[in-house]
C-alpha cells in the first residue's frame, strides 16, 4: 500500500538513463492497467451501470398508467419523500435502528469487557462461539424467533403457564427489534472487543489506585479509550438495521413498514419506480456517510 | 487491586476498601451473568429450533413426539432439490469467477500505479458498502432494462433466471475477495518478488510461483467468504431470479412467508448445518495457514453485515 503510493519519479529519482526510467514506468502502469481490466470492465458494466439505472429513475416521472417515463424529469420522486406516508416510515425505521443499536450496545459492551479480561485460551473459544453465529445462515436464524414467538411458541406458553396469557408479540416492532439484535449482535460485540482489548488495564489499576470509583474509572478512562470500537460497533449495526429487510418482512406485521420492505413494495407491487429508486439513493447516502465516518473512526484496522 | 491501594496509602480507610472489593465482586458477577446470557440468547432459539425439527406435531413449535418425517418430506421435495442444486451451481460458479477477478483487482491495486487506480479503488469499494436493498433494485432494473434492449436490438427473449443470478453475485463477491486478498498483499514482503525477478523469472513467474503461495490463504479465505455471501444471499437474488430458476434461501424466505410449516424447520436446520460447517472449515483453514486467512476483520464485518440485513 504505501509502498504503491510513492510515485515512480521519486523511487527512480538519482536514475542514471532517465528516459529508459520513464518508459519502463509507463509499461509498468500500462500491465498494471491490463491486470486491472477484467474486474474493472466487469464492475462497470454489472455495478456502476445498474446504479446509473437507478439514479436516472430516481428523477423520472410516471404515466398514467402508472409506467416509469422519462418525461418532464425533475425532482418529484424525492419530493414525495417529505409526505406523511413516507416520512413516518423513514422515522419509524430511523427510531427502531437507533433502538437496536443501543441495545446491542447495552449489552454488547459488558460482553466485550468480559471477554478481554478472561486468558487467551478461553478467550479464544468464547470468541469461536461469538463467530458462529456471526457466519451462519441470517434467514435461518431470523426464522427461529418465528417459532419461538408464535402464537404456539415457547414464549407465549410460558406466559400462559405463569398466568399471564398468551403473550404474542409476533409481527410487533417489538419482535423486529428483537430480531435485529439478535442479527447484528456480534457486528457490536467484535469492533468492541477488537478496541477494548487493546486497552492498557494498567491505566484503569492506576485511576482505582488514585481513588477512581469503579464508575468513575470506567466513565473517564476506560470508555474515552474504547470509543473508536463503540463508533465503529454502532455504525455496523445501524446502518444494516437502517435498510433491514429479511427480518421485519418475517418477525413484523403489515402495520410496522420499513424502509427496506417500502422500498421493494415500489417495486413488486406499487409499481412507482421513481419513488423506490429515489428512496433507495437516499438509503445509500446515508450508508456512504456512514462507512466514512467509520473508517474515520479507524474502522479498517478493528 | 485494592491490596495495592492499600499498601500504597496506609491511611485509607478499611471500610472503604472492603465496600470497593464488594462493590467490584458484584460488577464481576453482573459481567459474567451478561456473558451466559449473550451465549443463551445466541444459541437457545437455534438449538429450539433443532428440537422442533424432530416434533411429530404440525403445528411449529409444540412437541408431538420424535419424528424424522419432515427431513423425509424436505428429500422428497422436487422444489427444494431444484433449488439447492441452482444453489450450488451459482456459489461454485460465482466463487470462481469471483476468485479469479478479484485477486487480479487486488494485485493491480496492490502493486501497480495506472490510470484510473483511484476510480477504480473507490469502485472496488462500492459494493460492499451498499444497501442489499439498493442493489437489489439496481439489479432488477438493469436486467429489465437489459432484457429489453436485446429484445429491440436482436428480438432475444431472455428471462431471469441462473444467468442472471450468478452476474448479480459475483458483482458483490469481487469486492469481497479483493478486500481479503489485498490485506494479505499488503502484510506479504514485496521483496520477495523483486528478488525473483532480479534473478530473471518474469512477472508472470514471479507471480505464480512467489506471490501466489504468499496469498494462498487470503486467497482461501476470500473464496470461502465469497462462498457463504452466495449461498447465503435472499434479498438481490430475489430480485435477480426469475420464475425459471431460485436458490434455496430466496425459496425458504417464501415459504415462510406464506406460513410457518414443519417442513421449513427442517429445511432450516440442514441449511444451518451447512453453513456452519463453512465456518468450522474457514477457522481450520485459517489455523492451518498460520491465521490472516479472512482478512481485516472491521472491513469483513462492515460489508457482511450489509450483505445480510
Same mark, same amino acid.
Given at each position: ?44 458494466? $454489472? ?63 459488558? $460482553? ?27 434467514l435461518?436464524?431470523n426464522y427461529?424467533?418465528r417459532?419461538?414467538?408464535g ?19 409476533l409481527f ?45 474509572? $470506567? ?18 449495526? $445501524? ?6 429487510y429479511v427480518t421485519p418482512e418475517i418477525l413484523g406485521g403489515a ?6 420492505s417500502?422500498?421493494v413494495t415500489?417495486?413488486l407491487t ?33 | ?32 451473568? &451478561?456473558? !451466559? ?21 404440525? &403445528? ?16 422428497? &421435495? ?6 439447492? !442444486? ?86 458483490? &463477491?469481487?469486492?469481497? *475477495? ?56 435472499v434479498v438481490?437474488?430475489q ?7 431460485t436458490?434455496?434461501p430466496v425459496y425458504v424466505f417464501g415459504l415462510i412467508r406464506r406460513g410457518v410449516t414443519?417442513?421449513i ?13 463453512? *465456518? ?30
Amino acid at each position: 500500500m504505501t509502498l504503491a503510493a510513492v510515485p515512480p519519479e521519486e523511487t527512480t529519482a538519482g536514475a542514471a538513463t532517465p528516459e529508459f526510467e520513464r518508459a519502463a514506468a509507463r509499461a509498468e502502469s500500462r500491465r498494471g492497467f491490463l491486470i486491472a481490466v477484467p474486474a474493472y470492465l466487469y464492475l462497470i458494466v $454489472f455495478f456502476a451501470v445498474p446504479l446509473g439505472i437507478v439514479f436516472a429513475y430516481s428523477f423520472a416521472n410516471r404515466n398514467r398508467f402508472g409506467e416509469a417515463v422519462f418525461t418532464n424529469i425533475g425532482f418529484d420522486a424525492y419530493r414525495r419523500l417529505a409526505e406523511p406516508i413516507v416520512r413516518d416510515i423513514l422515522f419509524r425505521s430511523l427510531w427502531l435502528a437507533l433502538l437496536t443499536t443501543g441495545i446491542c450496545l447495552l449489552i454488547g459492551y459488558p $460482553f466485550s469487557y468480559y471477554l478481554t479480561t478472561r486468558s487467551s485460551k478461553v478467550r479464544n473459544i468464547l470468541l469461536v462461539f461469538v463467530m458462529i453465529p456471526f457466519w451462519s445462515n441470517f434467514l435461518v436464524r431470523n426464522y427461529a424467533w418465528r417459532v419461538i414467538l408464535g402464537k404456539d411458541g415457547v414464549i407465549s406458553r410460558i406466559t400462559d403457564f405463569l398466568g399471564l396469557g398468551e403473550v404474542e408479540i409476533l409481527f410487533t416492532p417489538s419482535a423486529v427489534v428483537l430480531g435485529l439484535v439478535y442479527g447484528f449482535l456480534p457486528f457490536m460485540i467484535l469492533p468492541l472487543y477488537a478496541s477494548i482489548e487493546r486497552i492498557e488495564m494498567s491505566l484503569i489499576e492506576a485511576g482505582r489506585d488514585l481513588y477512581a470509583s469503579g464508575w468513575q474509572s $470506567f466513565r473517564r478512562i476506560l470508555f474515552p479509550l474504547s470509543k473508536p470500537g463503540v463508533i465503529a460497533g454502532s455504525i455496523l449495526v $445501524f446502518v444494516p438495521s437502517l435498510g433491514a429487510y429479511v427480518t421485519p418482512e418475517i418477525l413484523g406485521g403489515a402495520k410496522t413498514t420499513l424502509l427496506g420492505s417500502y422500498i421493494v413494495t415500489q417495486f413488486l407491487t406499487a409499481r412507482n419506480w421513481p419513488v423506490g429508486a429515489s428512496l433507495s439513493f437516499v438509503l445509500m447516502a446515508v450508508m456512504l456517510l456512514a462507512t466514512i465516518v467509520y473508517f474515520r473512526a479507524g474502522g479498517r484496522n478493528l | 487491586m485494592t491490596a495495592v491501594g492499600d499498601r500504597l496509602l496506609p491511611g485509607a480507610s478499611v471500610a472503604r476498601v472492603g465496600d470497593f472489593a464488594r462493590r467490584f465482586s458484584l460488577t464481576r458477577g453482573a459481567l459474567a451473568a &451478561n456473558a !451466559w446470557f449473550v451465549y443463551l440468547f445466541f444459541y437457545a432459539p437455534i438449538a429450539l429450533l433443532v428440537v422442533f425439527s424432530f416434533s411429530a406435531d404440525r &403445528n411449529v413449535g409444540r412437541w408431538g413426539g420424535f419424528t424424522l418425517g419432515w427431513y423425509d418430506d424436505f428429500i422428497g &421435495n422436487t422444489s427444494i432439490q431444484n433449488a439447492i !442444486w441452482v444453489s450450488l451451481r451459482v456459489a461454485l460458479l460465482s466463487t470462481v469467477i469471483s476468485v479469479v477477478l478479484g485477486t487480479l483487482a487486488a494485485f493491480a491495486i496492490e502493486r501497480f500505479r495506472f490510470r484510473g487506480r483511484q476510480a477504480f479503488d473507490a469502485l472496488l469499494y462500492l459494493p460492499i458498502i451498499i444497501p442489499d436493498v439498493t442493489m437489489a433494485v439496481m439489479m432488477l432494473l438493469f436486467f429489465s432494462e437489459f432484457f429489453d434492449l436485446l429484445n429491440l436490438l436482436f428480438g432475444a427473449d431472455l428471462r431471469k433466471g441462473f444467468a442472471s443470478i450468478t452476474v448479480s453475485h459475483i458483482a458483490f &463477491n469481487i469486492s469481497f *475477495v479483493s478486500v481479503v486478498v489485498r490485506a494479505r498483499l499488503a502484510g506479504m514482503d514485496r521483496r520477495l518478488e523483486e528478488a525473483a525477478m532480479d534473478l530473471y523469472a518474469s512477472r508472470w513467474k514471479a507471480f505464480r510461483h512467489v506471490t501466489l503461495p504468499q496469498i494462498a490463504p487470503g486467497v482461501a479465505g476470500g473464496a470461502l467468504l465469497a462462498l457463504t455471501l452466495s449461498l447465503d444471499d435472499v434479498v438481490v437474488t430475489q430480485f435477480a431470479s426469475g420464475p425459471g430458476a431460485t436458490t434455496l434461501p430466496v425459496y425458504v424466505f417464501g415459504l415462510i412467508r406464506r406460513g410457518v410449516t414443519p417442513l421449513i424447520n427442517s429445511v432450516s436446520v440442514v441449511m444451518l448445518v451447512a453453513s456452519v460447517g463453512l *465456518v468450522l472449515l474457514s477457522l481450520f483453514v485459517q489455523r492451518s495457514r498460520g491465521g490472516g486467512a479472512v482478512g481485516p476483520p472491521g472491513a469483513v464485518a462492515a460489508g457482511r453485515s450489509r450483505r445480510r440485513s
